[in-house]
């Protein structure tokens, strides 16, 4: 084997590793933007199960008291409604995030389709 193809063997095989290493680099940065993304949709979808029931319990403590003082019922009313409302908006919030997230790992597949087609004969 001559020297020049061991050579050029030699710069393949290190522009290989050299592209390979990049990309999993970038799929390491994806997957921890997605990661982050769960955990912002996991928390999320958390504070509206808590708004929401806590909605729910200030909404059975009004029926409870509707039968006492006419101003009681109103104010827990109107908390019972702040709460509902403050979960109609993160459930909202919540909807429009994972509608406009993009595909898993877009940037790397991108990425390695680009490599295909300058390898490909």
């Not at 409870?64 to 702040?82: D, F, N, P």
């Not at 109609?88 to 877009?106: C, N, T, V």
Request: with cysteine.
């Amino acid at each position: 084997m001559s020297a020049g193809l061991l050579q050029s063997a030699q710069n393949l095989l290190a522009g290989l590793i050299s592209l390979g290493r990049t990309r999993f680099e970038l799929f390491s940065t994806e997957l921890r933007e997605e990661l982050a993304r769960l955990t912002a949709a996991l928390l999320g979808g958390l504070a509206v199960l808590v708004l929401a029931a806590l909605g729910l319990a200030f909404g059975s403590v009004a029926l409870v008291l509707a039968v006492s003082e006419e101003h009681r019922l109103m104010t827990v009313c109107a908390i019972a409604a702040a709460f509902i409302v403050a979960a109609a908006i993160l459930a909202w919030r919540l909807l429009r995030l994972a509608a406009m997230k993009p595909r898993a790992f877009e940037s790397t597949l991108t990425e390695l389709a680009r490599d295909y087609e300058a390898i490909k004969p």
